[in-house]
């Protein structure tokens, strides 16, 4: 026991003493999250926006008026049909359209509730999600200033709708998105360096010519960057609820044990690439462009895979970060409890048990 | 008791064959060399009797443990030095020498004695890290890391490689006084030099043993005697040489040319001489010589490939 503590504080040393490494550690995801965080603002401005007014009444021009008078937009108005504006859609330069139905106003006023349309372009579903907001705060707005009384409100329903991209998958995501892309970058990466590295410098025959037990080689190697990588996701919260005013609307508690678990998932695919590399080379690109792609491209973090083909999406499951995103977009995002995510904790669990296994089982004992 | 034996052991390397059929006993408390040019194989046998290499024929014994059955016995009594073993850089001396004195199950106290006079040499040095250390310092310090545990057999894979002359110097009178101390050393050096300073010596060339002897008894059975020539156009001298038919062998050493001549002729030395001066050389210097280790060792290789030319 007391060799594997010695052997523990020894890769403490090696990663304290590695600036290369603490800067990875903590640089990449100071990075990540300060670039995608305004590099992916939520603020628009100067939105072109398509009013179709069919119902040409007072408080449809009113509702035009107010838009108008706002910053965010640019009016066009016109009497397009649905047909049109989606042709106005795909040349791109228009982002929305409000449509007033027919009897707009005699409806608001005589049925006491009335709908209007927002239609938005999915394929930025930042700045679709933004204008909706905008849209139907310009809207809440009017309805309470043309209120004769609290008791008996006029009620104006907008009924938004995304073109392209209906989920509206990506805004507020890429948080969850980076932290299981830094996670899976850091865990998976380091360790697999930092096995190999022993390899590279010929430690590694010494030490499996000690009576030191050679699995104990691996869990000491993976302790530390257990423990970094823990204080890393503590950091990218605490940069996206303080920097980016992200609010966290689950359990901390629960995000954590799950980034935790993931970090293992992590840890323990970075062993198994140890085992079979032995280059530090081949350990960084087998884990960065092996790792790292899939994870961009297959948790729905910048694409959503609702687009994807049908093999990709079955792809997709077996990326462990697609399972973990899951999760922190529940716990994060819109507050779930653990009931909700129980079975992505599972799968994440079984993909960790077996990732290790294999790892512990593929380590050899001898070279070669 | 043999403190290491190896029976007919075979290794290839896909098409390869580093280790072929060698055999050979190191006696308890022994300091034995393994002596041959890079990649001859040396370090796939260390490999192989450090338990970290499996053997693809022959049977291999360390400290009387198989190393293939009892291959964990074996890791708790031998010390080991790997040839491009370079310790923890980015550790100071200290701490590499307390991680493996731990690793070992074992603390710098305990066997402090027999690291004593080594790390004495290091010491000032402790706190430095072990990637700033010069080559003769760091294998002083994987030689303190190889020994903390008191091991019953040391084995060290080209020590010296890259050391300078003075280092080596020290580190051979290093593995003498180990020896006194009763341990038994295996150590593979590629400088035949150094052959001198070990009890028995193994020569090995493409995987086989050429011989196995002290190395008194390899020099003297060198089979011939043998001539240092000399003279103003040496080049010309060698090819000159190599094209008589009185000469057996005839090759570069320094600045002279190592001759033997065929059957051995009791005038050896009169009718080189002639032979030289017939060609044309002009200040011709042929003296008579004792063979050292690298004589023998170029002849038995010469033997060698000769016979396997003839199967």
Known sequence: MKQLLVFIRKEFFHVFRDRRTLLIMFGLPVVQIVLFGFALTNEVKNIEIIISDNARDINSQQITNKIKASAYFKVQESVLNYKDIEKAFRKGDVKCALIFPAHFGDDLFHAGKTRVQIITDGSDPNIAKTVVNYLTAIIGDYQQQIAPSPTLAYRIIPESRMLYNEEGNGSLNFIPGVMALVLMIVCTTLTSVAVVKEKELGTMEVLLVS???PVFVLIAKAVPYLLLSMINVILILLLAVYLLDVEIKG???????????????????????????????????ISMMGMMLPTLIFTGFLFPLENMPKVFQIISNVIPARWYFIITKAVMLKGLGFAYVWKETLVLTGMT?????????????RLQ | MNAVTLQNISKSYQ?????????????????????????????????????????????????????????????????????????????TIRENLEFFATIFGTTIDDNYELIKDIYDQIKPFSDRRAGKLSGGMKQKLALCCALIHKPEVLLLDEPTTGVDVVSRKEFWAMLKSLKEKGITILVSTPYMDEANLCERIA?????????????????????????????????KLLNDFRAAQAVDSCYAFGEFLHVTTKGNREAGSS??????????????????????IEDSFIRLMNEKSEASAHQ
């Not at chain 2, 022994?30 to 009797?49: C, H, N, P, Q, Y």
């Not at chain 2, 050429?210 to 059975?221: H, K, L, Q």
């Not at chain 2, 009718?271 to 063979?291: F, K, M, N, S, Y």
């Open chain 2, 203 to 235: 020569l090995i060339q493409n995987g086989r043993i050429m011989g196995v002897d002290t190395p008194e008894n390899i020099i003297r059975a060198f089979p011939a005697k043998l001539y240092a020539a000399k003279s103003d156009n040496i080049y």
């Open chain 1, 251 to 285: 359990s901390v508690l629960l995000l954590f044990l799950e980034s935790v678990l993931f970090i293992l998932t992590c840890l323990s695919l970075g062993l198994l690439i140890s085992n079979v590399t032995d280059s530090q080379q081949t350990a960084m690109l």
């Open chain 2, 271 to 292: 009718e080189l001489r002639d032979l030289a001066i017939e060609r044309g050389h002009t200040h011709v210097v042929i003296q008579e010589i004792t063979p050292g």
């Open chain 2, 15 to 91: 098409d390869v064959k580093a280790v072929r059929d060698v055999s050979f006993e190191v006696k308890k408390g022994e300091l034995f060399g393994l002596i041959g040019a890079d990649g001859a194989g040396k370090t796939s046998i260390f490999r192989i009797l450090t338990t970290v290499l499996l053997a693809d024929e022959g049977v291999a014994t360390v400290a009387g443990f198989d190393v293939v059955k009892d291959y964990k016995a074996i890791r708790d009594r031998i010390g080991y030095m790997p040839g491009k073993f370079s310790l923890y850089q980015d550790l």
């Open chain 1, 211 to 213: 009576p030191f037990k």
């Open chain 1, 353 to 365: 048990i077996a990732l290790l296994g294999i790892a512990l089982k593929n380590f050899k004992i």
